[in-house]
């Protein structure tokens, strides 16, 4: 087994957590900064979670997952796998998404982890591609703050 690997990424938004929280789990605001798709879920431990997109005109699921643990406004776990990916789909292989929220005044603090790369299949390769040149989850944490911000 190799060496644990995880991306971890914190950014501060000058929004309260409740809409912080809302433009994780509301599917009309996840399409605005993860690329198109939205998400698919009762948001219930153990329930499944879609990304759901379209690609050159055709509906398509990206990247699917379950549901781990939720406490609305706090805490979101969900894993992860590409839906079409070369990955064997099987429950070693799915990476665990991780958002912390905190609040301070009108500010939340929101963190993102996602891992353990080094406990899954091509997990250097997939950790790589995830870093995408070193920046992990900040390109998706910046299009979040835009959001709430500007909302």
């Known amino acids: 087994m190799s060496a644990p690997l995880f991306v971890k990424n914190s950014i501060v938004i000058n929004a309260p957590v409740s809409k912080v ?8 605001q996840t399409k605005k900064y993860m690329f198109g798709c939205e998400t698919v879920s009762d948001w219930k431990p153990g329930s ?7 690609y050159e005109g ?19 776990a969900y894993t992860v796998i590409d839906a079409s990916g ?23 603090q929101l963190t993102v982890t996602q891992g353990d790369f080094g406990a899954v299949g091509d997990g250097e390769k997939r950790y790589k591609e995830a870093y995408n040149v070193g920046e992990g989850w900040n390109p998706i944490l910046q299009a979040i703050k835009k959001l709430v911000e500007e909302e």
């Not at 929280?21 to 009309?28: K, R, S, T």
């Not at 499944?48 to 379209?54: E, V």
């Not at 509906?59 to 979101?76: Q, R, T």
């Open 21 to 28: 929280w809302g433009a994780l789990v509301n599917p009309e």
């Open 48 to 54: 499944t979670l879609l990304w759901k997109g379209n």
């Open 58 to 76: 055709k509906d398509m699921i990206f990247v699917k997952g379950h549901i781990v643990n939720i406490e609305p406004g706090k805490f979101l």
């Open 86 to 108: 070369s990955i064997e789909d099987i429950p070693g292989n799915y990476l665990t998404v991780t958002y912390g929220l905190v609040a301070a005044d009108e500010q939340t």
